[in-house]
């Protein structure tokens, strides 16, 4: 049974550019959140998708958007990259939103 | 807004010991579950023990167990018998059975276990 996967799992970007981070929810499960852990911090919560929709958003900018396919992978786009958005992005999956959250080994994002 | 407080940025045991991490957490609702989350060097959030806050009876798996405290909002973690492998960031974390799970979770800034042989 695979679990939570993502991918890529390690990236550069220049700032001011776009990047797409892709995640794999565990078998069986069709809730996705996304985190972002900056470096010696507990992650953020970004934001959450169920039946393709955005349910719930944390504090960040619109420049964080994101999709849930009908598969119920999803990804995470961030534009306008700044300096700031240096993290690992850490996706999660539940089955019915309410259930045992697991994560993916995540995403680290680099922005130079 | 949900709080949870971990004030023990680092900790250290011997092998084969107890230890006990501590964690506190502001919130209004009635509802809750609460959860200790592992993060070893890799970086992958393992999870190590989940409570519903309705319940009085403290969660426990295998080394790992809680002592559950609702009306002081603490929720502490304690490890018996440490082994190396036991060393990694713990996290604490919370979210409001209300609104259906959509809020995501809160997490705390981390305690740092460091297992001495």
């Known amino acids: 049974d695979a679990g939570v996967t993502q991918s890529p799992t390690h990236l550069i970007k220049t700032r001011g550019q776009q990047v797409t981070l892709r995640c794999s929810p565990k078998s069986g499960h069709d809730t996705v959140s996304w985190y972002q852990q900056a470096l010696g911090q507990g992650p953020q919560f970004i934001f959450q998708y169920y039946e393709e929709e955005e349910r719930q958003r944390g504090n960040f900018p619109d420049r964080f958007s994101g999709h849930q396919f009908p598969n119920y992978s999803s990804e995470l786009n961030v534009n306008a990259l700044l300096l700031g958005d240096s993290a690992l992005y850490l996706c999660a999956s539940s089955l019915d939103r309410r259930n045992t959250i697991y994560f993916g080994e995540g995403s680290w994002l680099t922005v130079v | 807004a949900q709080t949870v407080t971990q004030s023990q940025p680092e900790m250290s045991v011997q092998e084969a010991e107890t230890v006990t991490l501590s964690c506190t957490y502001d919130t209004s609702e009635s509802d809750y579950y609460l959860f200790w989350y592992k993060q070893p060097p890799s970086r992958q959030m393992i999870l190590v023990i989940r409570q519903e806050a309705y319940k009085q009876q403290n969660a426990t798996e295998n080394r790992f167990s809680v002592n559950f405290q609702k009306a002081a909002k603490s929720f502490s973690l304690k490890i018996s018998d440490s082994q190396l492998g036991d060393a990694a960031m713990y996290f604490c974390?919370?979210?409001?059975?209300?609104?259906?799970?959509?809020?995501?979770?809160?997490f705390g800034k981390g305690t740092h276990l460091i297992i001495q042989p």
């Open positions: 974390a919370y979210i409001p059975y209300s609104g259906g799970g959509a809020d995501g979770l809160t």
